[in-house]
């Protein structure tokens, strides 16, 4: 999710388009929202476990 977030916000940048700026910032933001919480062992979308 961070990584779409931030190709799509190089996209809008270069391109002018600030919808994909705007969705692009805000997935980049959720991504690194739910990084930090699953680092410090909180349980990220229902799962406890990755396997």
Known sequence: MIV???????IGFVTGISVL???GLVLAVIGLVLWVAGALGHAVGGRRHYY
Do not use: A, Q, S
């Open 4 to 10: 779409l977030g931030v190709i799509l916000l190089i």
């Open 21 to 23: 700026w705007t969705i």
